[in-house]
């Protein structure tokens, strides 16, 4: 199981940005697809995940109404689209996957992608 995200970058404060999980040693159809966050010096945020079996969304409060998760089963690819976005979004964004359910409890999730900055920034 592999997973590798990208699509971060600068942008400005109230900019958008696309961020896309890749995927490989299993089909999305198997495991559920979390995006995590992580800022300097602060913990670990949930921010969206997308379920296995229909592909319906979740999102944390801080996200929601802003952030659409997305997925293309036929590219194994999971997309987060990340619009009016704050100086508060600035973090480290990781998809994770290994759980059946759809969560934000980063526990249970098994494998992790690398990881990929995005800088909200005037």
């Known amino acids: 199981v592999q997973l590798q995200a990208s699509g971060g970058g600068l942008v400005q404060p109230g900019g958008s940005l696309r961020l896309s999980c890749s995927v490989s040693?299993?089909?999305?159809?198997?495991?559920?697809i979390a995006w995590f966050r992580q800022a300097p010096g602060k913990e670990r945020e949930g921010v969206s995940c997308?379920?296995?079996?229909?592909?319906?969304?979740y999102y944390a409060d801080s996200v929601k109404g802003r952030f659409t998760v997305s997925r293309d089963n036929a590219k194994n690819t999971v997309y987060l689209q990340m619009n009016s976005l704050e100086p508060e979004d600035t973090a480290v964004y990781y998809c994770?996957?290994?759980?059946?359910?759809?969560?934000?409890?980063?526990?249970?999730?098994?494998?992790w992608g690398q990881g990929t900055l995005v800088t909200v920034s005037s």
């Open positions: 994770a996957t290994g759980s059946y359910s759809c969560t934000l409890i980063s526990q249970l999730y098994t494998y």
């Open positions: 040693g299993f089909t999305l159809d198997q495991y559920s």
């Open positions: 997308i379920r296995r079996t229909d592909g319906n969304p």
